[in-house]
């Protein structure tokens, strides 16, 4: 039996309007967040330099703003809109995303540097900030009183990280003095054009976090897909394209401390401020999934533990290490893109991530450790023997 061409046409035009218009508006809204981002970043950095605040400001700027504010935006919108399976994840995916993918693409790029900072405060801290998330969503839900401690948290943190770049190291304090004058913080002189571009670079993010949240929002009711994979998914990697692309670009121009650091804060940032505001816009409570508390906090905690002897081990995030999380990443990929797909096949795929994913994993982080601690350890003085005794 043929088809009337009106009604192919009838088909075909619902196609376009319930698939294909839902994943190009998602896909112009991650566009807009990288634009935004950086012209943000250029805005408020020349800002910054104008008032007379320190470099080491301008380098928590490269974090704070044009790291975290597209997540920030993204889950915000989301929480406000009602969609707290997509803020969590979205939140919750971009730290995975960002220590495993971004990291591991990065070392894959180059090896990596941890400065002193980093390894003084940083890298311990996301553990910790971490645990608390697990802690505080255990309950089921993120309440306003705990968005505020968690807002408060985050304020103390840029406020000790601005604090400690005052005796940075002086490699580092040269990198961000160059990244001022060429690069991506590069700022025009013009106060009232700083100003437009930081206007404009907020409003871009505003307005692309708020088409990928509908269009992948869409695209998951119409698909049938769990809010909470759509924001561990496609919004998480939406939201964190510009920190893989200034992650890349300080990579391949050897500024890999600068690369590190922003990865790593970031992540301290998301779990902070981000998860913080999303509970204060929040209609109610910020409600958190319980397939979220059972494995992809947990998932995030074991990437963030994954940091630590790694980056401890030498200061070197090595290219084999970078292949190794990229690893862990397509792994966890894999098994959130078969939840979507064939539900029936998760089953066979735990048993392998606890026969052999996690057993691996275990045996790295300890050999990591114990390379740590052979690395401090003091050097024995060597026996000296004196001829014709």
Same mark, same amino acid.
């Given at each position: 039996?043929?088809?009337?061409?009106?009604?192919?046409?009838?088909?075909?035009?619902? +196609?376009?309007?319930?698939?294909?218009?839902?994943? /190009?508006?998602?896909?112009?809204?991650? +566009?807009?967040?990288?634009?935004?981002?950086?012209?943000?970043?250029?805005?408020? &950095?020349?800002?910054?330099?104008?008032?007379?605040?320190?470099?080491?400001?301008?380098?928590?700027?490269?974090?704070?703003?044009?790291?975290?504010?597209?997540?920030?935006?993204? =889950?915000?919108?989301?929480?406000?809109?009602?969609? &707290?399976?997509?803020?969590?994840?979205?939140?919750?995916?971009?730290?995975?995303?960002?220590?495993?993918?971004?990291?591991?693409?990065?070392?894959?790029?180059?090896?990596?540097?941890?400065?002193?900072?980093?390894?003084?405060?940083?890298?311990?801290?996301?553990?910790?900030?971490?645990?608390?998330?697990?802690?505080?969503?255990?309950?089921?839900?993120?309440?306003?009183?705990?968005?505020? %401690?968690?807002?408060?948290?985050?304020?103390?943190?840029?406020?000790?990280?601005?604090?400690?770049?005052? %005796?940075?190291? =002086?490699?580092?304090?040269?990198?961000?003095?160059?990244?001022?004058?060429?690069?991506?913080?590069?700022?025009?002189?013009?106060?009232?054009?700083?100003?437009?571009?930081?206007?404009?670079?907020?409003?871009?993010?505003?307005?692309?976090?708020?088409?990928?949240?509908?269009?992948?929002?869409?695209?998951?009711?119409?698909?049938?897909?769990?809010?909470?994979?759509?924001?561990? @998914?496609?919004?998480?990697?939406?939201?964190?394209?510009?920190?893989?692309?200034? /992650?890349?670009?300080? =990579?391949?121009?050897? !500024? !890999?401390?600068?690369?590190?650091?922003?990865?790593?804060?970031?992540?301290?940032?998301?779990?902070? /401020?981000?998860?913080?505001?999303?509970?204060?816009?929040?209609?109610?409570?910020?409600?958190?999934?319980?397939?979220?508390?059972?494995?992809? +906090?947990?998932?995030?905690?074991?990437?963030?533990?994954?940091?630590?002897?790694?980056?401890?081990?030498?200061?070197?995030?090595?290219?084999?290490?970078?292949?190794?999380?990229?690893?862990?990443?397509?792994?966890?990929?894999?098994?959130?893109?078969?939840?979507?797909?064939?539900?029936? @096949?998760?089953?066979?795929?735990?048993?392998?991530?606890?026969?052999?994913?996690?057993?691996?994993?275990? +045996?790295?982080?300890?050999?990591?450790?114990?390379?740590?601690?052979?690395?401090?350890?003091?050097?024995?003085?060597?026996?000296?023997?004196?001829?014709?005794?």
């Amino acid at each position: 039996m043929q088809v009337p061409a009106s009604l192919s046409c009838l088909f075909e035009e619902r +196609i376009v309007h319930e698939y294909l218009l839902p994943a /190009a508006i998602a896909i112009a809204g991650a +566009i807009l967040l990288i634009l935004g981002s950086g012209l943000l970043v250029r805005g408020a &950095s020349g800002l910054v330099t104008r008032i007379g605040l320190s470099l080491e400001m301008i380098g928590v700027i490269v974090i704070a703003l044009g790291a975290t504010m597209p997540v920030l935006a993204t =889950s915000a919108i989301a929480s406000y809109r009602g969609e &707290s399976g997509l803020a969590v994840g979205t939140i919750v995916g971009s730290n995975i995303f960002g220590v495993l993918f971004i990291l591991g693409l990065s070392a894959l790029l180059t090896p990596l540097t941890a400065a002193a900072r980093l390894i003084r405060l940083d890298v311990p801290l996301v553990v910790l900030v971490s645990l608390a998330v697990l802690g505080l969503a255990w309950k089921g839900y993120i309440g306003r009183a705990d968005g505020v %401690g968690l807002v408060i948290a985050a304020l103390a943190y840029v406020g000790w990280t601005a604090f400690l770049g005052r %005796g940075e190291t =002086s490699p580092v304090r040269e990198d961000l003095a160059q990244l001022v004058r060429s690069g991506p913080l590069q700022s025009p002189r013009s106060l009232i054009v700083q100003v437009i571009l930081g206007v404009t670079g907020l409003g871009l993010i505003l307005l692309g976090a708020y088409c990928l949240v509908r269009g992948v929002a869409d695209l998951a009711d119409l698909l049938k897909i769990d809010s909470r994979l759509a924001g561990l @998914t496609a919004l998480a990697i939406g939201a964190s394209l510009p920190t893989l692309i200034a /992650a890349i670009w300080f =990579s391949a121009r050897g !500024r !890999r401390h600068i690369a590190l650091g922003t990865i790593i804060g970031s992540n301290i940032l998301n779990s902070l /401020a981000v998860l913080g505001i999303a509970a204060l816009v929040a209609s109610e409570m910020l409600k958190v999934p319980s397939a979220a508390i059972r494995f992809d +906090i947990p998932v995030m905690i074991a990437a963030s533990i994954l940091c630590i002897p790694i980056i401890c081990r030498g200061c070197v995030v090595t290219r084999w290490e970078g292949v190794l999380f990229l690893a862990c990443y397509a792994a966890y990929f894999t098994y959130l893109v078969l939840q979507i797909v064939v539900p029936g @096949t998760v089953k066979a795929f735990d048993k392998l991530v606890i026969m052999v994913v996690i057993p691996a994993t275990i +045996i790295l982080v300890m050999i990591g450790i114990l390379k740590v601690l052979r690395h401090r350890r003091p050097a024995r003085p060597a026996k000296h023997r004196i001829r014709g005794i």
